[in-house]
T-cell receptor, first 114, second 114 residues
Framework: KAGVTQTPRYLIKTRGQQVTLSCSPI?????VSWYQQTPGQGLQFLFE???????NKGNFPGRFSGRQFSNSRSEMNVSTLELGDSALYLC?????????????FGDGTRLSIL | AQSVAQPEDQVNVAEGNPLTVKCTYS??????LFWYVQYPNRGLQFLLK??????LVKGSYGFEAEFNKSQTSFHLKKPSALVSDSALYFC????????????FGSGTKLNVKP
């Protein structure tokens, strides 16, 4: 099985711009979660999508948004970029089943804001 | 609320010696606990999980973890460390009522010296 694929791997943007990141989950995984990883704050949960609906949300401003398509692929958008948005953005997918299963992560998109 | 704590930012160990990476948790119901490893410029890789059953859980690459309910701990262990084990390790707890919401620890950098 192919793993979680995130594109692009690297992005450089300037303040005020917007950006869209893409995530293709493992085939059959319907849950997709997004995380922001920074050296200072560690790994922080952004949101989770399941069946095209946002099911869980972290404590991020409304500039951070996402969506999920019918094939479970997901996109994350950040508008009005700030310097503090520089981070590694990780996507993770998992089957929605019991007992709880681990999440499988992509290699991330490294976003740098100039 | 669910949370995990990794009290050590860094652990140093000599190759061939046993290693322990500590994790304590706080949950309101049954704990669903996970360990992940992250190598530079990569996403997180799943190592092992505790859902129920035996307190000693075996995982990938020779790692194991010991679940201790009375001490609310889930320490990661390996009998003989390798230089290639040097990486960042994350403990995570899954929010049981909200299956796909994970809470991650701050991470522990493991340095294995030859």
């Amino acid at each position: 099985k192919a793993g979680v694929t995130q594109t692009p791997r690297y992005l450089i943007k300037t303040r005020g711009q917007q950006v869209t990141l893409s995530c293709s989950p493992i085939s059959g995984h319907r849950s997709v979660s997004w995380y922001q990883q920074t050296p200072g704050q560690g790994l922080q949960f952004l949101f989770e999508y399941f069946s095209e609906t946002q099911r869980n949300k972290g404590n991020f401003p409304g500039r951070f948004s996402g969506r999920q398509f019918s094939n479970s692929r997901s996109e994350m958008n950040v508008s009005t970029l700030e310097l503090g948005d520089s981070a590694l953005y990780l996507c993770a997918s998992s089957p929605d089943s019991a007992p709880p299963q681990p999440q499988h992560f992509g290699d991330g998109t490294r976003l740098s804001i100039l | 609320a669910q949370s995990v704590a990794q009290p050590e930012d860094q652990v140093n160990v000599a190759e061939g010696n046993p290693l322990t990476v500590k994790c304590t948790y706080s949950v309101s119901g049954n704990p669903y606990l996970f360990w992940y490893v992250q190598y530079p410029n990569r996403g997180l890789q799943f190592l092992l999980k505790y859902i129920t059953g035996d307190n000693l859980v075996k995982g990938s690459y020779g790692f194991e973890a010991e679940f201790n309910k009375s001490q609310t701990s889930f320490h990661l262990k390996k009998p003989s460390a390798l230089v290639s084990d040097s990486a960042l390790y994350f403990c995570a707890v899954r929010d049981a009522p909200n299956f796909n919401k994970f809470y991650f620890g701050s991470g522990t950098k493991l340095n294995v010296k030859p």
